[in-house]
């Protein structure tokens, strides 16, 4: 069966110090994969996505960069954190297009 | 760019009572997908409607998806407190063959014992 893995679950940064967070996908071959970030008591706001290694579209400007060095890996970076990066943030894979997403567990980011 | 809206924003029902959240896009979509959000988890899918005007139940649930492929909605008979939770609907809309998913605002339901 096909499973997601996302950490860490929690993380404290402070602010202007760089960020990693990673994604990984079993079980399935080639899966689109996406990044969103949930601020508190928010809708989801699409990061992200990826269709294929090394294929990687944004959605809005911001402080943050997308990586997926592997067809299953899926990496958020950033390289000076802000305040306004503070959130939860969930990495996401569907099995093609117009498919179901299902979601990590998701990684609580406070930037102080 | 695209929006997704879901009212209302929050909703605090006795359990037993009936729960309906509205999903209301501004352009016209492929499909429309309902999530579930336990507090502290992260969303759960439910279901997807593809047709226009289609409905589909789950048990205690009833989703519809609108004749012109902009709104839809979740309907929830005689709430449990197991229904607590955020629900999200996201709209698939296709740009240049590729399939975005944008979720919408999230009606946040608390049921009350």
């Known amino acids: 069966s096909q499973t997601i893995h996302q950490w860490p679950a929690t993380l404290v940064q402070p602010v202007g110090s760089p960020l990693s967070l990673e994604c990984t996908v079993e079980?399935?071959?080639?899966?689109?994969l996406y990044w969103y970030r949930q601020a508190a008591g928010r809708g989801l706001q699409l990061l992200f996505y990826?269709?294929?290694?090394?294929?990687i579209s944004s959605e809005v400007p911001q402080n943050l960069s997308a990586s997926r060095p592997q067809d299953r890996q899926f990496i958020l970076s950033s390289k000076k954190l802000l305040l306004s990066d503070s959130g939860f943030y969930l990495c996401?894979?569907?099995?093609?297009?117009?498919?179901?997403?299902?979601f990590g567990s998701g990684t609580q980011l406070s930037v102080l | 760019g695209q929006q997704v809206m879901q009212i209302p924003q929050y909703q605090h029902v006795q359990e037993g009572e009936d729960f309906t959240t509205y999903c209301n896009s501004s352009?016209?979509?492929?499909?429309i997908q309902w999530y579930k959000q336990r507090p502290g988890g992260h969303p759960v899918f439910l279901i997807q409607?593809?047709?226009?005007?289609e409905v589909k139940k789950q048990k205690r649930l009833t989703f519809q998806f609108g004749e012109a492929k902009k709104n839809s909605s979740l309907h929830i008979t005689a709430t449990q407190t197991t229904d607590v939770g955020t629900y999200f609907c996201a709209g698939v809309r296709t740009t240049s063959g590729t399939y975005k998913y944008i979720f919408g605002t999230g009606t946040r339901l608390k049921v009350l014992a």
């Open positions: 079980g399935t071959s080639n899966p689109n």
């Open positions: 352009t016209t979509l492929s499909n």
């Open positions: 996401a894979w569907s099995a093609g297009n117009n498919e179901k997403l299902f």
């Open positions: 990826s269709v294929g290694i090394g294929q």
């Open positions: 409607l593809v047709k226009s005007g």
